[in-house]
């Protein structure tokens, strides 16, 4: 079945450490995107890649890096510099053209 | 830069009751998409909208998009529990962004 897939579902952290969550697509999508939300709110723009080796800041990128270098793989790390990971971090992926977000089940993040 | 905002942020009805959702951005949209997150669940999409005044239908699911393309609405007509969720609207600005809008949290009493 196609479809983005997000691992791990639920992870802890300690502060102070880095960690990086899996973002996976067989849809042959050409962008995808990482989108944080928080409690009650809605969904926030960390990055977005267009193509291969290319991404684009949104608009919370502080403490936060990503790469592109698989069509297939854009992964998320939350660095320590950021001051307050925990949240629900959601992956979407989209065709070139003009189009629906389709979403994985996205990543619980905790940090302890 | 460039926000959405949605209200009302709560609703609660009555099962049959309607229910209203409005979308605002602050700049002008090529067009504007909305999703339904269940609890616990992702965003799945519901529809895109292009056209300035469009207005389109999904059963009892009723979306426009406004003359301005800088607002739009969800309406539905008689609610049933299953339409419990978090519904978001998003505006795309340029090819690429997505701007998602603070979204309505939507309760069913049966």
């Known amino acids: 079945d196609g479809g983005i897939t997000q691992s791990p579902k639920y992870l802890f952290r300690k502060e102070g450490q880095n960690v990086t969550l899996s973002c996976e697509q067989n849809?042959?999508?050409?962008?995808m995107y990482w989108y944080r939300q928080d409690p009650g709110q809605g969904l926030r723009l960390i990055y977005y890649?267009?193509?291969?080796?290319?991404?684009q800041k949104g608009d919370i990128a502080e403490g936060y890096s990503v790469s592109r270098e698989k069509k297939e793989s854009f992964p998320l790390t939350v660095t320590s510099a950021q001051k307050n990971p925990t949240a629900f971090y959601l992956c979407?992926?989209?065709?070139?053209?003009?189009?629906?977000?389709?979403f994985g089940e996205g990543s619980r993040l905790t940090v302890l | 830069g460039q926000q959405v905002m949605q209200i009302p942020q709560y609703q609660h009805v009555q099962e049959g009751e309607d229910f209203t959702t409005y979308c605002n951005s602050s700049?002008?949209?090529?067009?504007i998409q909305w999703y339904k997150q269940r609890p616990g669940g992702h965003p799945v999409f519901l529809i895109q909208?292009?056209?300035?005044?469009e207005v389109k239908k999904q059963k009892r699911l009723t979306f426009q998009f406004g003359e301005a393309k800088k607002n739009s609405s969800l309406h539905i007509t008689a609610t049933q529990t299953t339409d419990v969720g978090t519904y978001f609207c998003?505006?795309?600005?340029?090819?690429?962004?997505?701007?998602f809008g603070t979204g309505t949290r939507l309760k069913v009493l049966a």
């Open positions: 979407a992926s989209r065709p070139r053209l003009a189009g629906e977000l389709f």
């Open positions: 849809l042959n999508h050409d962008a």
């Open positions: 890649s267009q193509i291969v080796n290319d991404f």
């Open positions: 700049t002008t949209l090529s067009n």
């Open positions: 909208l292009v056209k300035s005044g």
């Open positions: 998003a505006g795309q600005s340029g090819t690429y962004k997505y701007i």
